[in-house]
């Protein structure tokens, strides 16, 4: 039994030690797989992961007063309370999850539900500029810009809710539509892809990027773009059933926890996108350290 474990310690050793080997020598003969190694380098060094983690909270701060003002308009005229979250999710995505929770809480409570409806649209206002000061400081990081407080994030804050609230409507509609048919189901899938590559396209233009023509953005939103079609393929096959299994066990907590594991994954797809864009526009490991000895 000592033998053959240690067989499989020296195979597992040698196997790493080749794939390392291999991996440097696509570095030096590729240049893609290097640019992405050294992006990948500086999100470390930069606090990718805290910045994916703080993102992914504020985002988390806006989608619950955005439920609240949702399920308190829409529930004045129709009862939403029955949809489950796990079924809201797997049809509708986590935004549903989440608004089925609130909906069932709203349900619960005897305030007005227009009053409800208020408190949640000023709370989201509210949340929605620290989102966009969230973004901001992920891309000044990823840039190497200054962080900057003159920046106004009041209508950055009206363009974020409008970016929601469009691509939730998508979502919706795209959930109708990719259910007609094998044909009609890929050529609508497609078509989603390429709007959620564009919407993101837009979005990163609009952010700071040290001075760059807005195409430097453009392989960072077809990377973001594979990373949100993923994680609606992940919603359906994997996050619906957590969210059920968390609903049975810790209630609203437990989906609270499971929607914050998914804002993370998406955060960091933004995140990473922001670092790639740098790097393939020159922003490197070895510049960041030249400019922080210039400094």
């Avoid at 993102?55 to 949702?70: C, G, K, Q, T």
């Amino acid at each position: 039994m000592r033998d053959r474990v240690a067989h499989v310690r020296d195979r597992t050793v040698e196997l790493e030690g080749k794939a390392v080997e291999r991996f440097e020598q696509e570095r030096r003969r590729r240049t893609w797989v290097e640019i992405c190694w050294q992006a990948w380098l500086r999100m470390r060094q930069r606090g990718g992961p805290l910045l994916s983690g703080g993102l992914a909270y504020r985002l988390f701060l806006f989608m619950i007063p955005a439920a609240l003002l949702v399920v308190s308009v829409i529930g004045a005229f129709v009862d939403i309370s029955g949809e489950t979250p796990d079924q809201a999710a797997h049809d509708l995505g986590m935004g549903a999850a989440l608004a089925a929770t609130v909906a069932q809480a709203v349900s619960q409570s005897e305030a007005n539900a227009w009053w409800l409806a208020l408190l949640g649209l000023v709370l989201m206002l509210w949340a929605a500029r620290s989102a966009v000061s969230a973004l901001l400081i992920v891309s000044r990081i990823a840039w190497d810009e200054p962080l900057s407080n003159k920046v106004s994030t009041a209508r950055g804050a009206l363009v974020f809710t409008g970016f929601i609230f469009a691509g939730s409507l998508g979502s919706f509609l795209a959930n109708r539509l990719v259910h007609e048919g094998v044909a009609a189901s890929i050529v609508w899938w497609l078509v989603i892809a390429a709007v959620t590559i564009g919407a993101a396209l837009l979005a990163m233009a609009l952010l700071p990027r040290a001075g760059r023509p807005w195409p430097v953005v453009i392989p960072g939103a077809l990377f973001f773009g594979v990373v949100v079609r993923g994680m609606v393929l992940a919603t359906g096959v994997y996050f619906a059933d957590k969210i059920s299994r968390a609903n049975d066990l810790y209630g609203a907590l437990g989906i609270a926890i499971v929607i914050l594991l998914w804002l993370y994954l998406l955060a960091w797809g933004w995140v990473a996108a922001q670092f790639l864009n740098a790097g393939i526009a020159g922003v490197t490991t070895a510049s960041q350290r030249a400019t922080d000895q210039g400094a």
